[in-house]
Nanobody, 122 residues
């Protein structure tokens, strides 16, 4: 079972990036994105329920970030628009096979991908 997150990079403020989380080995009922900035705790960004596609977001990214899924590819995306320097962080993909309600807690997710660095320059 593997979650592979990629798509990070360096972008100017106001720009966009799309992160990808590809799952292999099994299916999951819930996916989420978290991020961790230097010297800060890891924080919830957004989540998506696989069945139905309902999403949930942190207030700090609402209206700018969008979580979506591709059922055929067993892949989840994080589209990030209007990026700000404070969005700079390592972004992590997380998933759980039995969770059926949105959770912003790290402890709710049993599977994690490696992080991908997003750097937003001012």
């Amino acid at each position: 079972v593997q979650l592979q997150a990629y798509g990070g990079g360096l972008v100017q403020a106001g720009g966009s990036l799309r992160l990808t989380c590809a799952a292999s080995g099994r299916t999951f009922s819930m996916y989420a994105w978290f991020r961790q900035a230097p010297g800060k705790k890891r924080e919830f960004v957004g989540s998506i329920i696989w069945s139905g596609g309902s999403t949930n977001y942190a207030d700090s990214v609402k209206g700018r970030f969008t979580v979506s899924r591709d059922n055929a590819k067993n892949t989840v995306y994080l589209q990030m628009n209007s990026l700000k320097p404070e969005d700079t962080a390592v972004y992590y993909c997380a998933a759980d096979p039995i969770l059926t309600y949105p959770s912003s807690s790290e402890r709710a997710y049993d599977y994690w991908g490696q992080g991908t660095q997003v750097t937003v320059s001012s």
